[in-house]
């Protein structure tokens, strides 16, 4: 294959992956438009991040501050519950979004700096804590955070692509970084609290 064909193929595949992150953002504002609810253009972003970037599991949540520190809330998150008790845990609090104070973690580097958190090999991150027993194994990890108006309110964690995470796919990304931004602040807004 000549090297123009292949270039030709990968300017293809690009735009039509562009496309495709381009209409999830649509479904999702659709979704809000039509006044359904926050929870289900939350999981359309999600779903969104996974299947564009190929990843196993993720998360998508908001930063909120319990009076001093900084803690996460999710706004969507993938059900990887690895035993009964997860699985309670799991359908009891995802749906009013679990909350994640512990901060010395891949993701908490995020929620602390407002860095975008590479990690193809998370066991041996200067950022890794590790991993729960019995927790699906965490191959890579791309951690983004999500600005509005230059002040970070949320952030999203993706986890186990093949081949891992690149700078590239993050700049790639930074589309839906913006829309899923507008609809945190959207929400919060809604809430009266910001």
Same mark, same amino acid.
Request: some cysteine; glycine content about 8%; hydrophobic content about 35%.
């Given at each position: 294959?000549?090297?123009?064909?292949?270039?030709l193929?990968?300017?293809?595949?690009?735009l039509d992956?562009?496309?495709?992150?381009?209409?999830?953002i649509? @479904?999702?504002?659709?979704?809000?438009?039509?006044g359904?609810?926050?929870?289900?253009?939350?999981?359309?972003?999600?779903?969104?991040l996974?299947?564009?970037?190929g990843?196993? !599991?993720g998360?998508?949540?908001e930063?909120?501050?319990?009076?001093?520190?900084? $803690?996460?809330k999710?706004f %969507?998150? &993938? /059900?990887?519950?690895w035993n009964?008790?997860?699985?309670?845990? !799991?359908?009891d /609090?995802?749906?009013?979004?679990?909350?994640?104070? @512990? =901060?010395?973690? =891949?993701? #908490?580097?995020?929620?602390? &700096?407002?860095?975008?958190?590479?990690? /193809?090999d998370?066991?041996?991150?200067? $950022?890794?804590a590790?991993?729960? +027993?019995?927790?699906?194994?965490?191959? %890579? !990890?791309l951690?983004?955070p999500?600005?509005?108006? +230059?002040?970070?309110?949320?952030?999203?964690?993706?986890? /186990?692509? +093949?081949?891992? !995470?690149?700078?590239? =796919?993050?700049?790639?990304?930074?589309?839906l970084?913006?829309?899923?931004?507008?609809?945190?602040?959207? $929400?919060?807004?809604s809430? #009266? $609290?910001q």
């Open positions: 294959m000549s090297d123009g064909l292949a270039a193929e990968e300017l293809t595949h690009r992956r562009r496309d495709r992150l381009i209409v999830s649509l @479904k999702a504002q659709h979704v809000f438009i039509r359904e609810s926050y929870a289900k253009a939350f999981d359309l972003f999600l779903e969104t996974l299947d564009f970037t990843s196993e !599991y998360f998508i949540g930063i909120r501050t319990d009076k001093v520190n900084p $803690y996460l999710t %969507a998150i &993938t /059900n990887i519950a009964k008790e997860t699985r309670q845990f !799991y359908e /609090n995802a749906p009013d979004g679990l909350e994640f104070h @512990k =901060l010395s973690s =891949l993701f #908490g580097r995020t929620v602390q &700096t407002g860095e975008v958190v590479i990690a /193809n998370p066991k041996n991150h200067p $950022y890794a590790g991993i729960p +027993e019995g927790h699906p194994p965490l191959k %890579a !990890y951690g983004m999500l600005v509005f108006e +230059e002040k970070m309110i949320g952030m999203f964690g993706i986890a /186990n692509r +093949e081949g891992g !995470y690149s700078q590239s =796919l993050a700049d790639e990304l930074l589309p970084c913006e829309s899923i931004s507008n609809f945190i602040f959207g $929400y919060q807004y809430r #009266g $609290y």
